[in-house]
């Protein structure tokens, strides 16, 4: 979370700290720019700073690539980072709300950010931050390299502050006596031959927390943590080859605590004078900076390409791992060595330019041909930059092995290649439209498409609506007015005229692109030669359209043919006195006004799969109905029908067992011309077909009856249900109730049996 600007007390004692080092205002120092610039190269950008900030001002120590002193804090970014505690990371900043409007982000000079602080005593002095002309997302190794090099900052800054107090010291040290010469924190008189301390300053009681009165009469050594420190004083003591004995040691604190201190010994009158300089700060800057040594060592060692470093006559002066193991050389072949021994040859020539451009402009980035020892050839995408330590310049090199990229290149150049192919052979093309210029691109397919020369035939809209007859004008203006609203792609099919006069049909499919505020920037798609396509459509269609007309005609003489059959049982009824003749006969007459009513149906819609088993109900039912005009005035038929859909395979089956199960109810569950319902219910749940068909009538023991049946109802209506592979429950309290459940099937083929009993 960020803080508070205004000049509370926290803000003092941060400006205070700030001003401890005197480094505003100060001219550039090398060792700071160094810093920047690796800096900048580490993250990979184009610019680097070092900032500190006072109460109303971002001042700017160091600067790489991106030049200016100082600008109001407020329109600084690096005023938002001190109030964060680690570091501030903005991968775009045109999208944080805080930047986006500042004059050099709406200008593009930078476009993302990544900045670590820089403490002192616990205060964020300033930053040091890259920045980027484009939007970035900054690596966790980037940010632990910035990381470093910050603590660098901060070390040099130290050691620049040490510096100046020092040299300040040193002047004083020209008017003062013995004690002052040395720039002490402590001071002490000692005897030399029981190095008990006789005199103490007062400030060791701030620094060690011990009295005065409680040091004194105490052997020295006794506060050093320091083995051998009375032998060496002793040979100093003898030989006196030098003024003064001085050694860096740790002086124990009333706490045990340590503090380092440089400890310089000057005789003078038979006594000891002591002086000793709080060095803690300067051990600890030397320990991190040792660290950090170490640290940048372990990162060159461990960096996934080679590096090295050449001075100015070519000579390799420090390496990685990686250098020996490509090059497959010693360290022994390597130092000293000429760069050129491992190059090929063929490529000295750029390498020499390469290395001329580095020591001149400060950067260069080529690719080399590495050779080994062995002759392997690695091809090294290299980057270096100038390097300065002292007064002698390097050129320090980092490369990575791009086998497998020039691998991966010539696989893909490889699949374009056969893209194009495909492309050409699949009669496709591909193309972009960029909206706000109006500049339309097609691939060399397009044009062989529409049958036109590359060379000769510059794409635009304009020229794209010539190839447009008059019926696709207003289509293809529509799709364009879309585009140009932003609205999504819609495919399309549009027809063509060659310049040669010929009809093609284009299939085309395409993807919008918008800019970060929505607006469409870019559409690009693919079209696609569907004429052969079309043609075969049409045929399909036209052979589609007999099929149905021959189905028709099938389900109308099946219908005819079932009239008739049932014309010939109605001849055979009036033939016979024989009653029960005439009810075997009527039943197989209800029979097959079942099915001829199927087929009826599905000849009256035109649909030859599916017949609506709902409203054929209500028509079976009415056919029923009016088959039994003695009973019809007394029984009610209740239906409960949804509008379920049934293959003719499972529709027949289904007529015929509702044909038994309502004929069984008229005729036996309602003796002597009793009043009752029979009711019939149809329903879907999760493609499983529930019809169920119950009356309150006597009732009767359908389980036994189904079970050791031996009239033909019975019989038929268990292998209906059979061959639907259907469930029944059969409930007769209160009547009888059959409920039968079964799976819905797609149709199976004009072929499929619907016939009970057949396989």
């Not at 320091?226 to 740790?250: C, H, P, R, Y």
Request: hydrophobic letters at 30%.
């Amino acid at each position: 979370m960020e803080k508070s600007t205004t000049h509370n007390s926290h803000e003092e004692k941060r400006v205070r700290e700030l001003l401890r080092y005197n480094i505003l205002d100060t001219p550039n120092e090398k060792e700071f720019d160094d810093l920047t610039k690796v800096a900048a190269y580490l993250c990979d950008v184009e610019y680097a700073h070092i900032h500190f900030l006072d109460h109303n001002r971002q001042w700017t120590k160091s600067c790489h690539g991106w030049k200016f002193k100082e600008m109001p804090r407020k329109k600084s970014i690096c005023h938002h980072t001190i109030q964060r505690d680690k570091y501030l990371v903005i991968n775009d900043l045109n999208k944080d709300p805080r930047f986006k409007n500042l004059d050099y982000v709406k200008d593009k000079t930078i476009q993302s950010y990544a900045g670590i602080i820089l403490k002192s005593n616990g205060y964020n002095l300033g930053t040091l931050c890259v920045f980027g002309k484009e939007p970035k997302q900054f690596t966790e190794r980037q940010l632990e390299s910035l990381q470093i090099l910050g603590n660098e900052v901060e070390a040099r800054l130290e050691l620049r502050l040490k510096r100046e107090e020092l040299i300040s010291q040193h002047k004083k040290l020209t008017k003062r006596a013995i004690f002052l010469k040395n720039s002490t924190d402590i001071r002490l008189i000692v005897n030399p031959d029981t190095l008990n301390i006789e005199e103490v300053n007062e400030e060791v009681e701030e620094l060690l927390d011990y009295k005065p009165e409680d040091v004194q009469g105490t052997p020295l050594p006794n506060y050093l943590r320091q083995d051998g420190f009375e032998t060496e004083l002793k040979k100093w003591a003898k030989k006196k080859t030098e003024q003064q004995f001085s050694t860096e040691t740790v002086i124990k604190t009333r706490e045990d605590d340590p503090l380092w201190f440089r400890i310089t010994i000057t005789e003078e009158s038979g006594k000891y004078y002591v002086t000793g300089r709080n060095i803690s700060r300067r051990k600890r800057s030397e320990q991190r900076f040792l660290r950090q040594a170490k640290l940048t060592e372990n990162i060159i060692q461990h960096l996934p390409g080679i590096f090295f470093l050449i001075d100015k006559k070519g000579r390799i002066k420090k390496w990685n791992n990686n250098l020996i193991n490509v090059a497959n050389r010693t360290p022994e072949e390597t130092k000293n060595r000429s760069y050129t021994n491992f190059i090929a040859p063929k490529d000295h020539d750029r390498a020499q330019k390469a290395l001329q451009k580095v020591f001149q402009d400060g950067y260069a980035r080529t690719e080399l041909d590495f050779v080994s020892k062995n002759e392997k050839v690695t091809p090294i995408l290299l980057v270096a930059f100038r390097y300065q330590v002292d007064n002698d310049t390097y050129a320090t090199g980092i490369g990575i092995d791009i086998s497998d990229e020039k691998q991966a290149i010539e696989e893909l150049e490889r699949k374009e290649q056969k893209l194009k192919e495909a492309q050409r052979i699949g009669k496709m093309g591909s193309w972009t439209w960029h909206i706000p210029t109006n500049e339309l691109h097609w691939s060399d397919e397009v044009y062989e498409i529409y049958g036109l020369d590359k060379d000769k035939f510059e794409p635009s809209i304009e020229n794209y609506r010539k190839f447009l007859p008059e019926s696709e004008l207003e289509k293809v203006n529509n799709i364009i007015e879309r585009i140009r609203e932003g609205k999504e792609w819609e495919d399309a099919e549009i027809k063509i005229k060659k310049p040669d006069g010929s009809i093609i049909y284009i299939h085309e499919r395409a993807e919008m692109h918008y800019d970060d505020e929505g607006n469409p920037i870019e559409i690009s798609g693919t079209m696609q030669d569907v004429t052969d396509r079309r043609e075969n459509e049409e045929k399909l269609k036209s052979a589609l359209k007999e099929k149905e007309v021959l189905l028709g005609e099938v389900h109308h003489r099946v219908k005819n043919n079932l009239a008739i059959i049932n014309s010939l049982l109605q001849l055979e009824i009036f033939n016979t006195d024989n009653d029960q003749l005439k009810n075997i006969l009527s039943e197989s007459q209800m029979r097959i006004h079942s099915m001829a009513l199927i087929h009826e149906t599905l000849y009256s819609l035109g649909d030859f799969a599916n017949i609506s088993f709902g409203k054929y109900i209500q028509k079976l039912t009415t056919s029923l109905l009016e088959t039994f005009p003695e009973k019809s005035n007394n029984i009610d038929i209740d239906l409960h029908t949804e509008d379920v859909t049934l293959n003719i395979n499972q529709a027949i089956p289904c007529a015929l067992l509702i044909n038994e199960l309502i004929t069984n109810s008229f005729k036996h569950a309602f003796p002597n011309f009793e009043t009752g319902t029979i009711t019939i219910e149809l329903q879907e749940k999760q493609s499983t077909v529930h019809l169920k068909i119950s009356d309150n009538g006597i009732g009767f023991d359908a389980n036994k009856g189904l079970k050791n049946s031996n009239t033909l109802g019975l019989t038929l209506i268990k292998k209906l249900i059979d061959q639907i592979d259907g469930k029944v429950d059969i409930n007769t309290q209160n009547g009888t109730s059959f409920h039968i459940a079964f799976s819905k099937k797609e149709a199976s083929g004009s072929s499929a049996s619907y016939f009970p009993g057949k396989t």
